[in-house]
């Protein structure tokens, strides 16, 4: 069964939240805590899902553009943006990875997310699986 957006709540939604390229800091931050509070809510619509998406890869577009870090965002920033912002400790994911040991592989860069393991993650966060799992 494929999942359709209610256009009528995408538009409210696009309304509400207003996602726009992000060309300065006041943007970015504004950004920022569009995605925020959409990332805190229990429970995503389909439709917030895609908001939430979309603020992300408006976010990470004004950040690999403007900041020198030159690193892209990845699996592994997406969820450590996500930990912080849900005030997540190690025992919290340890289940989700199966171990400590392997979320600390993990968060040392040692170790990559599979499929399975972004499947997981995107139920737990309310997110699509994409955004964890890199081919």
Known sequence: MTLTINKSLY??????????IIRNEIEHERAIILC????????????ENEIL?????????????????GNSSNPRSRLLFLI??????????????????????????????TQELAFKLAQRFNLNANLFWQT
């Open 11 to 20: 538009s409210q939604l696009l309304a509400k939240f207003q996602p726009q």
């Open 36 to 47: 925020e509070t959409l990332a805190n809510k229990t429970s995503l619509t389909l439709e």
């Open 53 to 69: 998406e979309l603020l992300i890869t408006l976010i990470e577009k004004f950040e690999s553009e403007n900041y020198s870090l």
């Open 84 to 113: 912080e912002n849900n005030q997540l400790s190690d025992y919290d994911l340890a289940e989700i990875f199966g171990s400590k040991e392997n979320y600390e592989q993990f968060i040392n860069g040692e170790q990559k997310i």
